[in-house]
């Protein structure tokens, strides 16, 4: 198995942020861990719109990537409702010397019945070779607990082939997929995973919390 590292919690994860006044923080807390560890990693949001996140360097010019961790959105203040503006942008995937961030992962919450479900959603995009021109990867229901996910990206095997690949997965409870595998991405590499809050069109307060990170050079069996 082709693993890059595998975490118990986030303590061994570097931290950054956008500034020593960043108002949006990361932190490793007792209170954040997930299925039975120690530690976990909990993202704070007080309303403003800074960076801050955690990376993950291990990937290098990677053309396949796969990372599965826990994740408890249920404090989240999102507003319910157009989640092209209503989420938070919690990760992204970076090629260090072409296309920057070109995988993104959100959390959002649908608009209330009737029209929608009312609950937590996790969404993806990835980006094809053309720059700024983002797809739609797929949609999983999250709802109301913590839960075990899994992200898969794969660049387009040649020019023009067209049969690049992503694909979020919901483990269990039950488990739930929804991806794509259209994408002309073929130059586009792997090589950083951030995980925190980015820049977001709304304000968001409260925090989430993440555990049990790990990440694969293989697609799921």
Do not use: C
């Amino acid at each position: 198995m082709k693993r890059f590292v595998t975490l118990l919690a986030f303590a061994a994860i570097l931290f950054v942020s956008t500034g020593a006044m960043a108002a949006n923080t990361v932190a490793v807390t007792a209170q954040a861990a997930l299925n039975g560890t120690n530690f976990g990693l909990s993202v704070n949001l007080d309303g403003s719109n800074t960076i801050a996140y955690v990376s993950s360097d291990h990937p290098n010019q990677e053309k396949v990537y796969r990372a599965r961790f826990w994740i408890d959105q249920r404090n989240l203040q999102i507003p319910n409702g157009d989640a092209g503006t209503n989420h938070l942008r919690f990760f992204i995937g970076v090629d260090q010397s072409g296309a920057g961030q070109h995988l993104v992962g959100f959390l959002t919450k649908s608009a209330l019945p009737p029209v929608g479900d009312g609950n937590f959603h996790f969404i993806v995009w990835a980006e094809s070779d053309t720059p700024n021109d983002f797809k739609n990867g797929g949609n999983i229901f999250l709802g109301g607990q913590p839960r075990q996910v899994e992200v898969e990206w794969a660049a387009a095997s040649a020019p023009g082939a067209d049969d690049g690949f992503v694909q979020i997965t919901r483990v269990d409870n039950p488990a739930q997929t929804s991806g794509r595998s259209d994408l002309d991405n073929d130059t586009i590499e792997m090589d950083r995973f951030r995980i925190g809050v980015f820049a977001n069109p709304v304000a968001l307060t409260d925090s989430y919390f993440m555990d049990e990170f790990e990440s694969f050079r293989t697609l799921a069996p």
